[in-house]
């Protein structure tokens, strides 16, 4: 069926460095895409979203791309932080499927490194 | 900021037992929704809530589950017959409009045994 994964489970980077997520998605369908971030004991964090009228959009440290040729997401951190550790995960949907809001992926853990 | 409250945090059960879970949406908000997680695992869509009625559920969504807005603030879970598998982190997550961003409250952690 259609899914949406991540393809690394775990990421380590040093504190200072830049970081990317990748997600891939196979839903062509699908048409808005969010990353969360989640920090143990918590609910999911909204930390960007994009719309497949775009490829690339800007916050602040955290860049998401969006190739809807290969189905791939991506989120970008730059400068990574302690504070930046976490489990992150793409989201998706689509807007004419109905109300059932969205379709995560895996997650992919986030460790800084000092 | 505004942002979707959850009570309890943590609730542990007995096998059998019904549960119910709690959830303050955003106040202004429309579109309200329940996801639940195992431990390490994908957050997974349970049920959407609109306009006092459910819009869309999940497979997991059977029988034994069961959503209600009982006021203008709260929207509640309930589990009828609680399962070892109902153990998870439950998610509520409300929005302004469709297809826009989900905000999602802290979670309650279920444990049943």
């Given at each position: ?6 393809h690394?489970?775990?990421l ?8 990317i997520i990748n997600?891939a998605?196979?839903n ?5 895409f ?5 920090e143990s004991?918590?609910?999911?964090q909204?930390?960007?979203d994009?719309?497949s009228?775009?490829?690339k ?7 998401v791309?969006?190739?809807?040729t ?7 951190i730059?400068a990574?932080?302690?504070?930046d550790?976490a ?6 949907m ?5 109300a ?10 986030l460790?800084i490194?000092? | 900021?505004?942002?979707v409250t959850q009570?309890?945090s943590h ?8 549960v ?8 202004n908000?429309?579109y309200?929704y329940?996801?639940?997680q ?18 869309e559920k ?7 589950f ?10 509640t879970?309930k589990?009828r017959s ?5 153990s ?5 997550a409300s ?6 961003k989900?905000?999602f409250?802290?979670g ?5 045994l």
């Open positions: 069926g259609e899914n949406v994964g991540l690394l489970p775990t380590s980077v040093q504190e200072g460095d830049n970081s997600c998605y196979s062509s369908a699908s048409d808005y969010i990353w969360y971030k989640q004991g918590k609910g999911p909204f930390i960007i994009i719309r009228n775009m490829d959009r800007q916050g602040q440290r955290v860049t791309l969006l190739n809807k290969v189905k791939h997401l991506s989120l970008q730059a990574t932080q302690p504070g550790s489990v992150y995960f793409c989201a998706e689509y807007s004419g499927g109905g059932d809001g969205l379709t995560f992926g895996k997650g992919t853990h460790i490194q000092p | 900021e505004p942002e009570t309890p609730q542990v059960t007995q096998m059998g037992q019904e119910i879970l709690r959830c303050v949406p955003i106040s908000h429309l309200f329940w996801y639940r195992i431990l390490g695992q994908k957050v997974e869509f349970l049920v959407s809530f609109y306009n006092n009625e459910i819009s999940s497979e997991i969504f059977d029988d034994q069961s959503v209600e807005r009982p006021d203008g603030s709260n929207f879970l589990i609680t399962k070892l598998e109902d998870a982190m439950y998610f509520c929005t302004g409009a469709a297809n826009e989900l905000f409250g802290s309650t952690q279920l444990s049943v």
